[in-house]
Nanobody, 125 residues
Framework: VQLQASGGGLVQPGGSLRLSCAVS????????IGWFRQAPGKSREGVSY????????YYADSVKGRFTISKDNAKDTVYLQMNSLKSEDTAVYYC???????????????????WGQGTEVTVSS
């Protein structure tokens, strides 16, 4: 199983980026995918998720209304569209895959079985 995160970069406040997570070795039909981020000196936090159990998408309050998670099963890829970026969004972003994660557990990194290598997002003028 491999997850490959890409699409990070340097962007000005208010700008947009789209992150991609290419998945191999598992089917997006049967695995929950989450995006997490880790800023320097901080613990890893959940950002957004697509739940395998109910098919719904979920977002951390800090990104709700600005970020959108989606997936393309044909391309085995999950996306995170990030708009109206703020300096506090600066972090390394990771995608992760987990099986049978209840909704109340989506934001716990320990619930996920596989992780990508991370892609760095810097929001700065």
């Amino acid at each position: 199983v491999q997850l490959q995160a890409s699409g990070g970069g340097l962007v000005q406040p208010g700008g947009s980026l789209r992150l991609s997570c290419a998945v191999s070795g598992i089917s997006l039909d049967y695995w929950t995918i989450g995006w997490f981020r880790q800023a320097p000196g901080k613990s890893r936090e959940g950002v957004s998720y697509i739940s395998r159990l109910d098919g719904n998408t979920y977002y951390a309050d800090s990104v709700k209304g600005r970020f959108t998670i989606s997936k393309d099963n044909a391309k085995d890829t999950v996306y995170l569209q990030m708009n109206s970026l703020k300096s506090e969004d600066t972090a390394v972003y990771y995608c992760a895959a987990g099986s049978d994660i209840p909704v109340y557990g989506l934001h716990y990194p320990s619930r996920y079985d596989y992780w990508g290598q991370g892609t760095e997002v810097t929001v700065s003028s």
